[in-house]
């Protein structure tokens, strides 16, 4: 997905061999969005393919293809990142801030980033904004907003030096929200948060086509509620970092070689401190680091363009709960609930595009990887071996995935059909989590170390048609699964957590299957003024015919904007019908249909050599009263919120 778009996205742009020589980059066009200082979360749900479950207000979890973190692989510019929460409660995208952001790249299904791993259902790769070795000399920004729903503040300044030789972009943004309240003016307790995010981008010329890079994230947030949970965020912070090495035109076969060493660390800190009437007071710390590299050769030989990548890294995931007793006399309780798991995983990633002529093209791609995780905590490994005493410390896995996709353009027309098959080894929870309390479906949930690798078999077709003023295009995609994971009941087993329905094990289905379609349409009106819509049907099972949970119902959107110099307007509508296909098991139940509506004005000006863009609007004009399938434990979503924004560059 093209950072300066709004919502495009195809299987044509999860990964492009056509950049090879990068002069220089832009980051998001903040003037053309409907709201310039949106978070990542934001900008994300307006993509194709992209949906977000939200448990509060801050830190939304994406899904492609309406699968979670455990199907899909999120990188920051090809860096492998992991969540330190048990809950996901803190996504890899809310470490990064739409001012740090050139563009996302979506990959539907194996058609992904290849640094991306265990990439079942699809990838996101969010690409930093490097402003790139050219003569601009200095670039200055600076951006002010507020929304009224949750007094939400906002405000960041950003900069940028470059010339042939040398650059820097970096910035600063700060973020901070009261309680909002949903439709009919209902306050939601608990849906605070706070939050900062510092970067910096370098890059120095060593020699004509030589180039060092180095990238460089620092973000906090702190005291975030999250109302749809049972426990609120005291801290989470993030640290990520990178030094890479770039070469342009390597060779007659090769245009461009990078390599990357890389480090993150994520520290997250849940309690429940400021929530009253607690029965038992926890605290749940969790951190995950993650050390690696990868390096990657893009070329092209006749009607072939090609890429080679090989990668690794190394993460540790560590989390912890210690309950206290209102008595005090008595003892806390301690568990590890995630009991230090190592995880090294390597790949080796191929891909070839021939074109046979303008009209026909053919992609092939394959990774395989190599996988050895376990756990490393000796109490936890003794822990876990009460439930499987046959479990070794580690396990050695291997997995791959190839797939294939044929293109035809001609006449406006542009079809292309494509399939793949691949694996995944089991996630950290679902292999070696220890009693961690899903307060979806009120169950405490066990890890299964003896899980079989998730397949899936994937194809997928798309077709569009461009013929001047219409653009129409109709994309599905169709998953089969085998060796399904996902939790289910053991009646032998007892909860730990006060309140649960009893607990899940994590085991494998026989099968599931997963299916996705899409209808978008735009009309380019004479002068000035565009409208665009789309639909989406998605519909996914187990192997009785039971529905999986976190499926959406048919949803709609529709948008008239207008442009014409410095002013520009936008209206917008969506919603949903009534979610019927739900999944009782897994906690959910039906959610209404719904309608949402939001309008936007900006207007830009200039006063001497200082650019001012102003832009305000109304998100949920008619202040319903809703929720949807992906709002954990049907928390409403905002009601009425007018909102401005300032942006002013030099």
């Given at each position: 997905m093209d950072a300066q778009q709004p919502a495009p996205d195809s299987l044509t742009k999860s990964y492009s061999l056509d950049e090879i020589v990068v002069v220089a980059k832009t980051g998001v066009a903040r003037d053309r969005q409907a709201k310039p200082f949106s978070s990542v979360e934001e900008y994300l749900q307006t993509a194709e393919k992209v949906n977000m479950i939200k448990r509060g207000s801050y830190a939304w979890e994406p899904t492609v293809n309406n699968m979670t973190a455990e199907r899909?692989?999120?990188?920051?510019?090809?860096?492998?990142?992991?969540?330190?929460?048990?809950?996901?409660?803190?996504?890899?995208?809310?470490?990064?801030?739409?001012?740090?952001?050139?563009?996302?790249?979506?990959?539907?299904?194996?058609?992904?980033?290849?640094?991306?791993?265990?990439?079942?259902?699809?990838?996101?790769?969010?690409?930093?904004?490097?402003?790139?070795?050219?003569?601009?000399?200095?670039?200055?920004?600076?951006?002010?907003?507020?929304?009224?729903?949750?007094?939400?503040?906002?405000?960041?300044?950003?900069?940028?030096?470059?010339?042939?030789?040398?650059?820097?972009?970096?910035?600063?943004?700060?973020?901070?929200?009261?309680?909002?309240?949903?439709?009919?003016?209902?306050?939601?307790?608990?849906?605070?948060?706070?939050?900062?995010?510092?970067?910096?981008?370098?890059?120095?010329?060593?020699?004509?086509?030589?180039?060092?890079?180095?990238?460089?994230?620092?973000?906090?947030?702190?005291?975030?509620?999250?109302?749809?949970?049972?426990?609120?965020?005291?801290?989470?912070?993030?640290?990520?970092?990178?030094?890479?090495?770039?070469?342009?035109?390597?060779?007659?076969?090769?245009?461009?070689?990078?390599?990357?060493?890389?480090?993150?660390?994520?520290?997250?800190?849940?309690?429940?401190?400021?929530?009253?009437?607690?029965?038992?007071?926890?605290?749940?710390?969790?951190?995950?680091?993650?050390?690696?590299?990868?390096?990657?050769?893009?070329?092209?030989?006749?009607?072939?363009?090609?890429?080679?990548?090989?990668?690794?890294?190394?993460?540790?995931?560590?989390?912890?709960?210690?309950?206290?007793?209102?008595?005090?006399?008595?003892?806390?309780?301690?568990?590890?609930?995630?009991?230090?798991?190592?995880?090294?995983?390597?790949?080796?990633?191929?891909?070839?595009?021939?074109?046979?002529?303008?009209?026909?093209?053919?992609?092939?791609?394959?990774?395989?990887?190599?996988?050895?995780?376990?756990?490393?905590?000796?109490?936890?490994?003794?822990?876990?071996?009460?439930?499987?005493?046959?479990?070794?410390?580690?396990?050695?896995?291997?997995?791959?995935?190839?797939?294939?996709?044929?293109?035809?353009?001609?006449?406006?027309?542009?079809?292309?059909?494509?399939?793949?098959?691949?694996?995944?080894?089991?996630?950290?929870?679902?292999?070696?989590?220890?009693?961690?309390?899903?307060t979806f479906d009120v169950y405490d949930y066990l890890g299964n170390p003896s899980l079989k690798q998730e397949s899936s078999l994937e194809t997928n077709v798309e077709t569009a048609w461009t013929r001047s003023p219409f653009i129409v295009k109709v994309t599905a995609s169709y998953f089969y699964f085998t060796n399904y994971i996902i939790g289910k009941p053991d009646s032998d087993l007892s909860s730990m957590t006060i309140g649960a329905a009893g607990v899940k094990v994590y085991e494998n289905l026989p099968h599931a299957s997963m299916l996705n379609a899409g209808l978008s349409l735009k009309y380019l009106f004479p002068e000035y003024l565009t409208w665009s819509g789309r639909i989406s049907y998605s519909r996914g099972q187990d192997n009785r015919k039971d529905n999986l949970p976190l499926i959406p119902p048919v949803s709609y959107e529709s948008s008239l904007s207008f442009g014409k110099g410095r002013f520009s307007a936008e209206i917008a509508v969506s919603g949903a019908s009534r979610q019927r296909h739900f999944s009782a098991e897994y906690g959910e139940d039906e959610t209404k249909d719904y309608l949402t509506a939001n309008v936007s004005i900006g207007y830009g000006f200039k006063i001497n050599k200082i650019i001012f863009n102003l832009k305000s609007g109304v998100e949920n004009a008619l202040d319903a009263y809703y929720s949807t399938y992906a709002d954990w434990n049907n928390i409403p979503r905002k009601g009425r919120n007018i909102f401005i924004n300032l942006g002013i560059g030099l």
């Amino acid at each position: 997905m093209d950072a300066q778009q709004p919502a495009p996205d195809s299987l044509t742009k999860s990964y492009s061999l056509d950049e090879i020589v990068v002069v220089a980059k832009t980051g998001v066009a903040r003037d053309r969005q409907a709201k310039p200082f949106s978070s990542v979360e934001e900008y994300l749900q307006t993509a194709e393919k992209v949906n977000m479950i939200k448990r509060g207000s801050y830190a939304w979890e994406p899904t492609v293809n309406n699968m979670t973190a455990e199907r899909i692989s999120v990188t920051v510019d090809g860096m492998k990142i992991f969540h330190a929460c048990t809950d996901n409660m803190d996504p890899v995208t809310s470490y990064v801030e739409t001012v740090n952001l050139s563009r996302v790249n979506i990959g539907s299904g194996f058609e992904a980033s290849p640094n991306a791993s265990n990439n079942i259902g699809g990838s996101l790769d969010l690409q930093l904004n490097k402003v790139g070795f050219c003569c601009e000399g200095w670039d200055v920004n600076a951006g002010l907003g507020y929304e009224t729903n949750g007094n939400y503040r906002s405000a960041g300044t950003d900069f940028a030096f470059s010339d042939s030789t040398f650059y820097v972009n970096s910035g600063f943004f700060h973020r901070h929200s009261d309680n909002y309240r949903a439709g009919e003016n209902r306050e939601i307790a608990f849906s605070q948060f706070a939050k900062y995010n510092f970067f910096a981008n370098l890059g120095y010329l060593v020699a004509k086509q030589h180039a060092i890079e180095a990238a460089f994230i620092y973000d906090r947030a702190s005291g975030v509620g999250y109302p749809a949970l049972a426990m609120d965020v005291k801290t989470a912070e993030g640290l990520i970092s990178s030094l890479s090495y770039r070469r342009e035109n390597l060779s007659r076969l090769f245009a461009q070689w990078e390599t990357k060493l890389y480090f993150n660390n994520i520290v997250h800190i849940m309690d429940d401190s400021g929530r009253p009437d607690v029965t038992i007071h926890m605290d749940m710390p969790g951190a995950s680091s993650t050390g690696g590299f990868y390096s990657l050769l893009e070329g092209q030989s006749g009607k072939h363009r090609y890429a080679f990548n090989l990668d690794a890294c190394y993460n540790r995931s560590y989390a912890e709960m210690t309950m206290y007793p209102s008595n005090p006399s008595e003892n806390p309780m301690f568990m590890l609930t995630w009991p230090d798991v190592r995880t090294l995983n390597t790949g080796l990633f191929v891909a070839d595009e021939y074109r046979f002529d303008e009209r026909h093209s053919v992609r092939l791609s394959s990774k395989g990887s190599f996988q050895r995780d376990g756990v490393h905590s000796e109490f936890g490994l003794n822990t876990l071996q009460i439930y499987y005493p046959v479990m070794t410390p580690y396990r050695n896995r291997f997995t791959g995935n190839v797939s294939g996709r044929y293109r035809f353009r001609y006449s406006g027309w542009e079809i292309s059909a494509g399939a793949g098959y691949g694996a995944r080894p089991p996630s950290v929870s679902e292999a070696y989590g220890f009693y961690l309390f899903n307060t979806f479906d009120v169950y405490d949930y066990l890890g299964n170390p003896s899980l079989k690798q998730e397949s899936s078999l994937e194809t997928n077709v798309e077709t569009a048609w461009t013929r001047s003023p219409f653009i129409v295009k109709v994309t599905a995609s169709y998953f089969y699964f085998t060796n399904y994971i996902i939790g289910k009941p053991d009646s032998d087993l007892s909860s730990m957590t006060i309140g649960a329905a009893g607990v899940k094990v994590y085991e494998n289905l026989p099968h599931a299957s997963m299916l996705n379609a899409g209808l978008s349409l735009k009309y380019l009106f004479p002068e000035y003024l565009t409208w665009s819509g789309r639909i989406s049907y998605s519909r996914g099972q187990d192997n009785r015919k039971d529905n999986l949970p976190l499926i959406p119902p048919v949803s709609y959107e529709s948008s008239l904007s207008f442009g014409k110099g410095r002013f520009s307007a936008e209206i917008a509508v969506s919603g949903a019908s009534r979610q019927r296909h739900f999944s009782a098991e897994y906690g959910e139940d039906e959610t209404k249909d719904y309608l949402t509506a939001n309008v936007s004005i900006g207007y830009g000006f200039k006063i001497n050599k200082i650019i001012f863009n102003l832009k305000s609007g109304v998100e949920n004009a008619l202040d319903a009263y809703y929720s949807t399938y992906a709002d954990w434990n049907n928390i409403p979503r905002k009601g009425r919120n007018i909102f401005i924004n300032l942006g002013i560059g030099l």
